[in-house]
């Protein structure tokens, strides 16, 4: 049974990096099949996108987001990280961590997600 | 980028009832559409991938349908653990990707 599960600071100061991790069991980040994946749900509202990444290297980021956001795998720990420097009140919400699977096995979807954190910028 | 626009925002029916939540997308994505339940304070949780492959351990009461810009999502007999806000996302323009808003299915 694949289980993501998420851990990190609950609260960041404005204009602060805010760092989580998403360790993983029951599968390998290291396996090639899925992307690793943050997804964010501001208080009440829909879902975000904010990126993913492949064992490869290949990572990709929501544009919007693009410039300060960081997605790194430790296959060691068989955990993925993220970082989204400068954050601002905006920046709060629930955090997520998903897989997805390739696009040719399960149409891309986010099949696995962690129970997600609840992230608070303030000072 | 694709806009997904789900139809109704909210809706209330009653247990027993069949469901039909509507996902359209501003342009096409042939079958690249995938539906999520979301119950409160839970993460999403994937129910169809493809426009309308069931994910593994779904009731069967869920279906998905649909190909191009217009898709939905239908419960065929609505259980009282069916009410929830329901997603749609398209994975067609990677590496972007786009959610609906979400349908918030309320009991009657």
């Known amino acids: 049974q694949v289980q993501l599960q998420e851990s990190g600071p609950g609260l960041v100061k404005p204009s602060q990096t805010l760092s989580l991790t998403c360790s993983v069991s029951g599968d390998s980040i290291n396996s090639g099949n899925y992307y690793w994946s943050w997804i964010r749900q501001h208080p009440g509202k829909g879902l975000e996108w904010i990126g993913y990444?492949?064992?490869?290297?290949?990572?990709y980021y929501n544009p919007s987001l693009k410039s300060r956001v960081t997605i790194s795998l430790d296959t060691s720990k068989n955990q993925f990280s993220l970082r989204l420097s400068s954050v601002t009140a905006a920046d709060t919400a629930i955090y997520y961590c998903?897989?997805?699977?390739?696009?040719?096995?399960?149409?891309?979807?986010?099949?696995?997600w962690g129970q997600g954190t609840m992230v608070t910028v303030s000072s | 980028d694709i806009q997904m626009t789900q139809s109704p925002s909210s809706l209330s029916a009653f247990v027993g009832d069949r469901v039909t939540i509507t996902c359209r997308a501003s342009?096409?994505?042939?079958?690249?559409l995938n539906w999520y339940q979301q119950k409160p304070r839970k993460a999403p949780k994937l129910l169809i991938y493809a426009a309308s492959s069931l994910q593994s351990g779904v009731p069967s009461r869920f279906s998905g349908s649909g190909s191009g810009t217009d898709f939905t999502l239908t419960i065929s007999s609505l259980q009282p653990e069916d009410f929830a806000t329901y997603y749609c996302?398209?994975?067609?323009?990677?590496?972007?990707?786009?959610f609906g808003q979400g349908t918030r299915l309320e009991i009657k």
């Open positions: 996302q398209q994975s067609y323009s990677v590496p972007s990707i786009t």
């Open positions: 998903a897989r997805r699977a390739l696009i040719q096995v399960r149409s891309g979807a986010f099949d696995i």
């Open positions: 990444m492949h064992n490869s290297g290949i990572s």
């Open positions: 342009q096409t994505i042939s079958s690249y």
